[in-house]
């Protein structure tokens, strides 16, 4: 089954303890994101207007391109 969702921070399983602090990701350019991945799962977090966190089993950064 392929899912892909928001998550909450307490849900990241270890992730975001690896990833860049949501302070530092603040602090840099809007569309700035971070990911890591254990080869079944992506998560990735991005700076929009806050934090945004996303996990998927079958979805990857890739392709990255700009939106207007």
Same mark, same amino acid.
């Given at each position: @089954?392929?899912?892909?969702?928001?998550?909450?921070?307490? +849900? !990241?399983? %270890?992730?975001?303890?690896?990833?860049?602090?949501?302070?530092?990701? @603040?602090?840099?350019?809007?569309?700035?994101?971070?990911? +890591? !991945?254990? %080869?079944?799962?992506?998560?990735?977090?991005?700076?929009?207007?806050?934090?945004?966190?996303?996990?998927?089993?079958?979805?990857?950064?890739?392709?990255?391109?700009?939106?207007?």
């Amino acid at each position: @089954m392929r899912a892909i969702g928001t998550i909450r921070p307490y +849900r !990241s399983n %270890g992730a975001d303890a690896v990833m860049l602090p949501d302070k530092q990701l @603040m602090e840099q350019k809007r569309g700035a994101f971070d990911f +890591r !991945s254990d %080869g079944n799962i992506y998560i990735a977090k991005w700076h929009n207007n806050s934090i945004v966190r996303i996990s998927s089993n079958f979805m990857r950064h890739n392709p990255l391109r700009k939106t207007q």
